[in-house]
């Protein structure tokens, strides 16, 4: 039996009051089929609905009913099988992953459905006809596409894949149809830099508002690169090579279409020692997922918890600043460590002295070494739970703040599985994780205050 299998329905809902329950398919809704979950929501979109139910029973029924548009039946639906890469990019993160961990995480995702949902990038290489008409016809935007190389041989070469259809004129199929696309370039030095990459960027402005945003991202190299092609990062130089050579196209897309377009990731401005562009040319940050304007946002969103500064000022004058140990006593915090990478440690070393300045706390930022991938890997968002415990073992200190990014998203684990509560076992120091924000880190430390 084809249709979207149920495997729960919420209380209350309407799923279980017109009688649909775990283990039921809906088959179609209003005659068309439902395949998926996006489908379903397309389609129950609606005020006037005609669903045929496969029951887990045996046998199918047809329920009409009427609704409020938004209401999604109150239904758990399976999840949906992801479609696979078919590429074998020259950069690969996956095809770099050291072995023994969760396997979802090999998994290597081009799946339009779960660009729309869940903004992930995908490379248009196994779109089908089909596949484009539904983008189109359920309004599937705005998509995530890497394009890496708008010229179709060079990004053939990256993709690993000769036989990778002319990204532009997939981008055109989507542009045309009225969908809105974000776009990435993941940049190796000497490779799809310099005059390709403007290329990439002019080909890809020419479409906007079609094509609404350009990301630039340094290639992410870890050490498990046995027998894989022979990559290197970019060194200072490079790195403000590159900044000097959007900078010019970045100004002509702000006077041409208000918005600069293309946006170079942080890690390039850190690498090259520049300052980071103000918060109205990151225009509204479309692209903070893949690490641009995090910093900027960071260093603008900390004058604004001056307010919440002021009350860990007073708690600590007052005497009051600390966390309970058990139901009878309230610790006295002395020292609070400050978890991050090594590429942002700069940028937070700053921010505490600031936070030191108005409270007197004792705080110490410890960048820590990802042995998990590598040295070359400097974010916070892929260290591991071990490497944490490596890195706090053994310190002098109360607490320790750790951003939350490090986390598996929803999961409450980090990326060897470990959590929270056993990282302070092992170091015997109380764990806060925080949101990676300015405020995030400040409500951090507040939250050690009883």
Known sequence: MKGLEIIGVEPGGTALDVGIGRGDRIISINASPVPDYLAYRYLIASEEVVLLVGKKSGGEVEIEMEKDEDDDLGIIAAPMKVRACNNRCVFCFVEQMPGGLRRTLYVKDEDYRHSFLHGNYITLTTLKDGDYDRIIRERLSPLYVSVHATDDTLRRFLLGNCKAPSILEGIKKLTDGGIKLHTQAVVAPGINDGAALVKTAEDLAALYPGALSLAVVPVGLTRHREKLYPLRTFTKSEAARLLDGLEPLRKKYRKKFGVSFVYPSDEYYLKAGRDFPLAREYDGYPQMDNGVGLVRDFLDGFKKTTG???????????????????????YKVKKIILITGKSFAPILKNIAKEIETITGLKLFVLPVKNNLFGEKVTVAGLLSG?????????????????????????????????????????????????????????????????
């Open 308 to 330: 919440k500064a002021s009350i860990l000022k007073e708690k600590v004058k007052g005497g009051s600043f600390g966390f309970a140990q058990d139901d009878r006593q309230t």
């Open 386 to 450: 071990n490497d944490i415990i490596a890195a706090l073992r053994g310190r002098k200190a109360d607490a320790a703040v750790i951003p939350s990014v490090t986390m598996r998203d929803g999961e409450g684990v980090f990326l060897d599985d470990l959590t929270p509560d056993y990282v302070e076992r092992e170091t015997g120091l109380k764990i806060i994780m925080a949101e990676p924000t300015a405020k995030g880190l400040v409500e951090g430390i507040l939250s050690l205050a009883p």
